[in-house]
């Protein structure tokens, strides 16, 4: 197999555990955007967006789709990341970002870190694919990601119920 090939699916995986992370226990990624200043609401609509998010861009990434479009959509998501931790980070918060749930605690610095190696393993996987055929965006994997999200939405509020 090729390393591009894997380094797509590792990628999807990633997606995927991050989403499943925040629909497991939203509480660190709630907190993180309390402490940002953003009210409950909105929170809530953007770990909705984040959960989202996501999942489209696992079933994409293990997909991959079209590399060019995928990787600049991508790259641009952890440009925005960076970005938001590096505003995380100068606010004084060291701990948790939330990113990945419980599943572990990333502090913004190693987040920032992280984002950068994931935005490096876009690119590479961008320039080691071939040029791209006349495809078209494979409308189901944007319902597949949208449907795992309702999933995660609907389990969230069941479980915030009890």
């Not at 709630?30 to 009210?39: I, N, R, T």
């Not at 060291?94 to 984002?115: D, W």
């Not at 999933?151 to 009890?162: D, E, N, T, V, Y």
Request: glycine residues 4%.
């Amino acid at each position: 197999m090729e390393p591009a090939f894997l380094a797509g699916k590792a990628l999807a995986f990633l997606f995927l555990m991050t989403a499943l992370a925040k629909v497991q226990t939203a509480t660190p990624f709630l907190g993180m955007m309390e402490k940002l200043g953003f009210q409950e609401k909105a929170s809530k609509a953007l770990l909705v967006l984040f959960i989202s998010l996501e999942f489209t861009l696992a079933v994409l990434w293990w997909t991959l789709w079209s590399p060019i479009p995928l990787t600049i959509f991508t790259v641009l998501l952890f440009i925005m990341m960076i970005l938001s931790l590096e505003l995380i980070w100068r606010k004084g918060h060291r701990e948790s970002c939330g990113c990945y749930g419980t599943l572990a605690k990333v502090t913004p610095r190693q987040g920032i870190r992280l984002n950068l190696i994931y935005a490096a393993i876009a690119i590479f996987i961008w320039s080691e694919s071939p040029s791209p055929s006349n495809s078209t965006f494979p409308l189901w994997a944007l319902v597949v990601g949208l449907l795992l999200s309702c999933l995660a939405l609907w389990r969230h509020q069941k479980k915030s119920r009890h």
